[in-house]
């Protein structure tokens, strides 16, 4: 086998691997503080990817700072759909609960992909900047100027939700109400609102990643299922409860599947992911990072 | 605001599915005092306190706290009208310190802004939390757990202090000493309203006390004369004249 590739498939994987981690973190943020699977996070994830491609079509907002208008937009978006689906779940007990809240997600994202094909049609579309296809080259491994950007954009989001969680009273909140939402209610939380603001982060972050997406990868309205499974294994890979554990999964999944390129070829590339899934939920079903 | 009742319970009826848990209770506790709730497992003690507090809403009767109804107020509603539950089972959030944990319960907008000043005087009471501070609340002994579920409560600034069990898997001198920290709040002010399994203490700590079987009401007093009842000595006291044997 040549080992030569090894390096730059290395890069490149991390690359791929932090938006992973962005895509998933927002997932893993909803499903451990609302136990609710949001089936249809990569439609929002779809979502926020056209929202950065007409905003650089339209207004030549460059991608990194359409960030500041995508992340807010589904925030806000996530509210809507928070008061207007989820919130009539999240009180349900726990196997009605995950039923209904799967169908909820299935018919959102049927809706969500459905609407983006009347609006803009099947197409692929992907953000060009005056910057694309540019990068640095450094021992003879290229690090596209992109892709640089998205890791420090993807490394950004996770760091100032970190510390969004762990040093504001609202982030702490949050985090109570995932260990015990009674308890936390017992504290004064209303628990009702930490939903609320919960979904519409983990939102954001869907939109944070499409905006990512968006630039040096395609978008098209049927992306959303490839993105909520991606996001899922990584899920399942980290376990819940640490920001960073779901990070470093994310770009461990995203390494793995660049060096099965060149062990058993890219045909089986999307294998890869499943099996890494199959084995952490045989073996270590907490996840690798995860509590108990 | 000295005098009448902090809390009065009429008429409240509680369901799980088609189960009935609670017939027709009723209960008052007043400003500064303490009252035991005492009754067999199964009796509707816990499902009692969670009605009060918000958990658990009744199907019938009404709640009042300070003479407004508030059956119908969520949980933490009830936190920001003075009432503050510590449950059964503690139920701490164990991945965060024993500082989160305190500063969790100081998050109603009443009490966050005294929150400091609160937190001073709940390390006053509960020093051992102030050495464990930055200790994930987990890792505690079941003791200090408790204590840390005490001190949370009290972030809240209640003017009522509910009670599920307190002593719950705790030993013997650790019980004494959670008892003496609850005369010690009583005696600044806080009411108490406590449900306990070991009903000698919490009698002796009481000034009320009302005896629930199966969903009811069937004794109240103060809790000198429950002391003294010879129902609630074979009961619940440990009295037993077995053949001619007292103990």
Same mark, same amino acid.
């Given at each position: ?18 938006? =992973? ?28 990817? =056209? ?18 208008? *995508? ?48 609006? #803009? ?23 596209? =100027? *992109? ?33 015990? #939402? ?35 990868? *395609? ?7 490839? #993105? ?39 045909? =089986? ?24 | ?32 005092? %303490? /009252? ?5 497992? !199964? ?23 300070? !003479? ?53 005087? +709940? ?26 579920? /005490? ?19 705790? +030993?013997?001198? %650790? %019980? ?13 002010? %806080? ?23 199966? !969903? ?32």
């Amino acid at each position: 086998m040549n080992l030569e590739p090894v390096p730059q498939l290395l890069v490149f994987g991390v690359f791929v691997g932090a938006l =992973y981690g962005v895509a998933a973190v927002g997932l893993a943020l909803v499903f451990g503080v609302m136990r609710v699977l949001n089936v249809a996070h990569g439609e929002l994830l779809m979502i926020g990817g =056209y929202a950065s491609f007409w905003l650089f079509t339209l207004w030549r907002v460059d991608p990194f700072v359409s960030l500041l208008a *995508t992340a807010p937009i589904l925030f806000v978006m996530g509210l809507a759909l928070n008061g207007g689906l989820f919130s009539h779940v999240v009180r349900l007990d726990e196997e009605t609960k995950i039923k209904n809240s799967l169908l909820i997600g299935f018919g959102l994202a049927l809706i969500l992909q459905n609407l983006a094909i009347q609006l #803009w049609t099947a197409d692929e579309r992907s953000v060009t900047a005056a910057y694309s296809g540019l990068g640095l080259q450094l021992f003879g491994i290229v690090f596209p =100027y *992109t892709r640089l950007g998205g890791l420090a954009a993807a490394l950004l989001g996770i760091f100032a939700l970190h510390v969004f969680l762990q040093r504001t009273y609202v982030g702490k909140s949050i985090r109570a109400t995932a260990e015990d #939402w009674e308890a936390a209610e017992l504290a004064g939380v209303s628990v009702r609102s930490v939903y609320l603001i919960t979904f519409a982060l983990g939102s954001a972050l869907a939109g944070v990643a499409g905006t990512l997406v968006s630039v040096g990868f *395609t978008i098209a309205p049927s992306i959303g299922l490839t #993105w909520t499974i991606k996001a899922l294994v990584v899920v399942v890979l980290a376990g819940l409860g640490n920001v960073f554990g779901v990070f470093a999964a994310g770009v461990l999944l995203g390494v793995a599947e660049a060096l099965s390129v060149l062990a058993i070829g890219p045909a =089986y590339r999307e294998v890869v992911g499943l099996a890494l899934f199959l084995v952490v939920l045989l073996l270590r079903p907490q996840g690798l990072f995860g509590a108990r | 605001m000295r005098d009448g009742p902090i809390l009065e319970v009429d008429g409240v009826d509680a369901h799980y599915g088609d189960l009935q848990a609670l017939w027709g209770v009723s209960l008052r506790v007043d400003q500064g005092e %303490v /009252v035991a709730l005492i009754g067999p497992n !199964g009796a509707g003690k816990t499902t009692l306190l969670r009605a009060v507090a918000g958990l658990h809403h009744p199907s019938a009767g009404d709640i009042k706290l300070r !003479g407004q109804r508030v059956e119908t107020f969520p949980a933490h509603r009830i936190v920001t009208a003075g009432v503050v539950l510590v449950p059964e089972g503690r139920r701490l959030f164990g991945g965060m310190t024993v500082l989160e944990n305190l500063e969790m319960g100081a998050f109603s907008h009443r009490a966050r802004a005294e929150r400091f000043e609160t937190l001073r005087s +709940a390390l006053e009471i509960f020093p051992v939390l102030a050495e464990r501070a930055s200790q994930r609340a987990a890792t505690l002994s079941g003791g200090q757990q408790q204590m840390l579920a /005490v001190g949370r409560a009290l972030m809240g600034l209640p003017e009522l202090l509910l009670l599920d069990e307190p002593s719950l898997g705790l +030993a013997p001198l %650790v %019980v004494e000493n959670i008892f003496g920290v609850l005369r010690e709040i009583n005696e600044r002010g %806080v009411a108490v309203l406590l449900v306990e399994q070991n009903a000698r203490m919490a009698l002796e700590l009481a000034t009320r006390a009302y005896v629930l079987e199966q !969903g009811r009401v069937v004794l109240h007093g103060s809790a000198t004369e429950l002391l003294e009842d010879e129902r609630v000595q074979e009961a619940y006291l440990g009295y037993r004249g077995v053949a001619g044997v007292h103990l």
